[in-house]
């Protein structure tokens, strides 16, 4: 492991202020992407107590920052637009840390909005890369292929059926935590197991109820030091670890397909936290997939490679349990525009500060948030105190 | 060969032409490091372990292995709408690179397919200019 002393003096010093979705989220043909970026910018800056004109950094992904910033209107002294999939937001606030404590800004703000189901104008990749020569003209193209490949491989490692039925544990436990959010997608709906193994196949081995929603969303945050969050409306979150990182981009050049680079972001956000791995009260892990979720439990290392179907079943993850894990609703259940990295911490802010209504766990004094993007490409880990 | 295949072809960039080219005269090249004899794909100027120009290009008979495979239900594009459900693989070739294609001349069920089966190349040719490397269990 590399050394992270250095690391560790950024630990708890900065803190998050404000955490916003935009106005709505779900089905939100009226309004363009940029207009959900601008949306949840100004809910999050009100969340926080602050102006736009207190924005002098800007963090996005997908989007260049010219174009956010200009449709919000800010002009910000410093601009980090990483674009490496999902996980980018959770990636921001490792650099939004870095830029303030090295005086590149003094207030963040990380925005998000995509239309995932109702955009106008595609989002297109450029045409010269690998992935698009070497997989897509065998039709490996886009995440379920991709990811489906990785899942395939877990199973012949560590046994298919004790996999299904943690994916399925997974699927039905996600869905039970957002029939108790009323901004979660499938807030109405219940799931049940056979609901779960008789739903079509999408790509085998995922059933539909495997994958994400395709929703429009947004969502921001807002960073600052420790000192100038005790001017904030309310009690900031405090950021005690950071990881980032990736190892290839298209998944035939994924170097173990059933370790993705959380294997180095999980401790890395745990060691400069200072915390151990059984402290963490909630779990919010990017569930692009249901097998995401258990393949990252194990990089992170709640347990060992190739035991999470057993850690599942041990624990309990439905509402009541003893393991909080995306009490959201995740990208399953809750919303998934795209890019659903950003809502991990958004709701990872909100158990800290005890305003998760119904859904709100106790004790939730620390957070550990998960981001994967790409197709299991990079990853990002954020440990969050109260 | 009349060219409506509407699938998406491979958008060769200079460092992979000799790999495409190949394919067409049924032929499989890759890259290996002459100081260490390693093998890599995709196509590269550089050798990946250590950093130097010293790629050299060699033959091989695509003798392989399923390492992981998927079925396809859902096309992920319109142009893929009539081939589900068909088979996505990672192939591991005896020399040791991994690379992504697909498994024909089988139906595509989960009964058919083990990990580690033993695999043959087929080249598939999709119009005048593209071969594409697809593989058939041995």
């Known amino acids: 492991m590399p050394n992270f002393n250095k690391l560790k003096n950024l630990s708890g010093k900065m803190s998050i202020i404000g955490v916003s979705e935009s106005d709505q989220i779900g089905k939100v043909p ?17 969340d926080a107590g602050l102006n736009l004109s207190d924005v002098d950094g800007l963090f996005t992904a997908g989007w260049s920052t010219l ?10 002294r410093y601009t980090d637009s990483t674009s490496v999939g999902g996980s980018s937001f959770v990636i921001h606030i490792a650099h ?41 003209p065998y039709g490996i193209i886009g995440p379920p292929s991709s990811y489906s490949l990785a899942c395939s491989r877990y199973m012949y490692q560590y046994g298919e059926d004790r ?7 997974i699927a039905v436990s996600t869905r039970k935590w957002a029939n108790l959010n009323p901004k979660a997608y499938f807030y109405d709906k219940g799931m049940t197991h056979d609901d779960y193994h008789n739903s079509k196949w999408v790509s085998w081995p995922f059933h539909l109820l495997d994958c994400c929603l395709v929703t429009d969303a947004g969502a921001a945050i807002i960073i600052t030091t420790n000192e100038r969050a005790k001017n904030a409306r309310k009690k900031g979150v405090n950021i005690l670890g950071v990881g980032e990182g990736h190892d290839h981009s298209m998944i035939s050049q994924m170097p ?17 936290s200072g915390i151990s791995i059984n402290d963490i009260d909630l779990a919010m892990i990017y569930d692009s997939f249901t097998y995401t979720v258990l393949v990252s439990l194990e990089n992170i290392g709640f347990c060992k490679p190739g035991e999470g ?4 079943l041990e624990k309990s993850i439905i509402p009541g349990g003893n393991f909080p894990l995306n009490t959201n609703g995740g990208g399953l259940s809750y919303t998934h525009p795209g890019m659903y990295g950003i809502f991990t911490i958004v709701e990872a802010v909100r158990q800290l500060r005890n305003e998760a209504e119904n859904r709100q766990i106790e004790n939730c004094n620390l957070a550990l948030a998960h981001g994967t993007g790409g197709l299991l490409s990079s990853t990002a880990t954020v440990v969050l105190g109260s | 060969m009349k060219d409506n295949y509407k699938k998406p072809l491979p958008i060769p960039q200079p460092e992979s032409d000799k790999f495409w080219n190949g394919l067409k005269k049924k032929e499989i090249w890759i890259q290996r490091c002459s100081s260490t004899n390693q093998f890599q794909f995709y196509p590269r100027t550089h050798c990946m372990l250590h950093n130097q120009n010293d790629i050299e290009w060699v033959k091989v008979s695509g003798d392989s292995t399923l390492f992981t495979y998927a079925i396809v239900y859902q096309a992920p594009m319109h142009s893929f709408v009539d081939d589900v459900p068909y088979v996505n693989a990672l192939v591991k070739l005896n020399e040791g690179p991994i690379i992504p294609s697909n498994i ?7 009964s058919n397919f083990k990990i580690g089966m033993k695999l043959k190349p087929v080249f598939v040719n999709v119009n005048k200019n593209f071969t594409l490397l697809k593989f058939r269990p041995a």
């Not at chain 1, 174009?67 to 910000?76: K, L, M, T």
């Not at chain 1, 996999?163 to 544990?169: G, K, P």
């Not at chain 1, 173990?256 to 400069?272: N, R, S, V």
């Open chain 2, 104 to 110: 024909v001349d089988v139906e595509p069920d989960p």
């Open chain 1, 163 to 169: 996999t299904r039925n943690a994916m399925a544990e």
């Open chain 1, 96 to 136: 939004a840390i870095a830029a303030i404590s090295a005086g590149y800004c003094d207030v963040a703000l990380i925005t998000h909005g995509q239309s995932g189901r109702s955009d106008r104008v595609p989002q297109e990749k450029h045409l010269g890369i690998p992935m698009i020569q070497f997989e897509y």
């Open chain 1, 256 to 272: 173990d397909l059933t370790k993705a680079f959380g294997t180095k972001t999980g401790p890395q956000a745990i060691e400069m």
């Open chain 1, 30 to 46: 009226e309004k363009s992407p940029l207009a959900l970026h601008a949306e949840a910018a100004v809910n999050a800056l009100d």
């Open chain 1, 67 to 76: 174009d956010v910033a200009e449709y919000i209107g800010i002009q910000p």
């Open chain 1, 309 to 312: 179907p057993d850690f599942l």
